[in-house]
């Protein structure tokens, strides 16, 4: 499985996911401006570490049916919705599986993330981190997390936690994305 780092984060009124941009395969790398945080919905969103293309795949087709839910239901998907249809999407292709580990997260009244692995299992939790950094991504999450923080602080927190799975991971690397949701919505930006 190809390396990288992803992390989610829950604050006070939302939730920061955020990734680095490196792909690599073995001594290679192929990439060093890949997006791995992915918008779902205006309230949703999900960022992955593994085969980029499988969560590319994927994420087109949750974009497809939370937009048709949303018009049979007539108001938006809540995250633990979106990670239960991923979580089915994952298990129907469990004997040919997608290499991707994800955590989705985002806000309907309360801020909420769920990480999948590619056989789909959904596990909620305040804070989480997938890939090969995710242990050195951890050990700073564990540290410093706590309930109540506001936006600022998780986006710093996420940051950190990233930059130090970069610093011992040679899968990991080049610049971080940062994708915040909260109640207004959906916003974006690049850390390097």
Excluded: H
């Amino acid at each position: 499985m190809p390396g990288a780092t992803a992390v989610g984060i829950t604050y006070d009124g939302g939730i920061v996911l955020a990734s680095e941009r490196r792909i690599s395969y073995g001594n290679f790398v192929v990439s060093k401006s890949t997006k791995k945080t992915f918008k779902i919905t205006d309230f949703v969103g999900a960022c992955c570490a593994g085969m980029v293309a499988d969560m590319q795949v994927l994420a087109m087709q949750m974009r497809a049916l939370t937009k048709i839910r949303k018009l049979e239901l007539k108001r938006e998907i809540p995250p633990n919705s979106v990670a239960k249809m991923m979580s089915s999407l994952m298990y129907e292709r469990r004997f040919y599986p997608l290499l991707t580990q994800v955590i989705v997260g985002g806000v309907n009244g309360d801020a909420t993330i769920y990480t999948l692995d590619p056989l789909g299992s959904v596990l909620p939790d305040d804070y989480a981190a997938v890939g090969t950094g995710a242990e050195m991504a951890l050990g700073v999450l564990d540290q410093e997390f706590k309930k109540g923080m506001k936006e600022k602080e998780a986006v710093t927190l996420a940051v950190k936690s990233i930059k130090s799975a970069i610093m011992r991971d040679a899968a990991s690397g080049d610049g971080i994305d940062v994708l915040v949701i909260d109640k207004n919505g959906s916003r974006e930006s690049t850390e390097n």
